[in-house]
DNA sequence: TCGCTGAGTATAGAAAAGTAAACTCAGGCA
DNA sequence: TGCCTGAGTTTACTTTTCTATACTCAGCGA
């Protein structure tokens, strides 16, 4: 965004250890996203997220052993009286902590594509009930506005192996 | 996530209004996502993308128009000396307020899948040069841990038409 | 032991998305 | 006039996703 980061970031840079990609490889395909909002808002088992999405079963059964494998979600079992006990998919610490983007994509929709109402679900502070925000902030205590924002390099910063 | 949640945000809600969705719709395709990120690092040129992406030009044009018709981006013209005027890509407020889903995702890759050394880019708040993080914040300014967000149906709740 | 149920797997055909490479087009310049 | 360049378009091919249906498998209860 500033100049000094079009200048640090510039054109050679090696972009196969960028973050946002790397969390885009296992988050980034259809379904997987919208798997994890059920997850949030109280779904857990297999005929559940099939049917309140609506998707493929081969898909979302690909997408659970993903989210499984990578230990954003872990399996459990539970059991109804006079059945036999079955698994369910829980969130981990790790897949809690997609929270803040998947609340950032909300947020978004909520401003710019929300039917004239308002958004569909509305997401709270459960101890004294206030509307919540994803905001930015820095280590502080600053509310960064989104143009004093700064992009540099970092640590494994690497320029592209030159070819 | 809660037990209230999960109780009314039910299998049968309407999930055609959901801002996550209506959001990726927009920013879930392949590539788009890491044109926003490279336009926030500094680039504005066709050629640019194409050269630090490495992504096929048909779906950056694809990508590029689709940014332009819903305001994420804004064409604009620059004119190198000697060389005609050719248009190039500036962020708008609107595809700016993406920023910090793009952070969110960025945030939990930095923690999850950054090689040894640490991640290849670190965001900082211009003024004080401090690091910065996505949090949630509530609007009577508390800072929301992420077992304490409640969500709830919103004034554009639905249940799915029967059939 | 038989049927039922939830949680899958298997498979096949159609549609959408992605990739690669060739081609177009406009204007400045030699 | 003809060449060069950035910004695309076109086309052909491959891969992924989607849809639909059929099938499996384990264990509880009748």
């Not at 109804?80 to 698994?87: L, M």
Request: with cysteine.
């Amino acid at each position: 965004m500033s100049d000094a980061a079009g200048q640090d970031l510039h054109l050679d840079r090696d972009t196969t250890n960028c973050s946002i990609a790397r969390t885009l490889e296992i988050v980034g395909e259809k379904w997987t996203i919208l798997i994890l909002r059920e997850v949030w808002y109280g779904s857990s088992r297999f005929s559940e997220f099939e049917r309140v999405l609506g998707c493929p079963r081969n898909l979302l059964a690909e997408r659970l052993r993903m989210l499984v494998e990578q230990g954003i979600l872990a399996t459990e079992t539970y059991k109804e009286p006079g059945a036999r006990s079955r698994p369910k998919y829980v969130i981990t610490a790790k897949g809690m902590d997609l929270v803040p983007a998947v609340m950032g994509l909300m947020q978004w929709g909520d401003k710019y594509r929300a039917d004239p109402e308002g958004p569909a679900v509305e997401a709270r502070h459960r101890d004294c009930g206030g509307h919540v925000d994803v905001r930015i902030r820095c280590d502080r205590n600053h509310d960064v506005p989104l143009d004093a924002i700064e992009s540099l390099p970092g640590p494994a910063f690497r320029l592209r192996p030159t070819g």
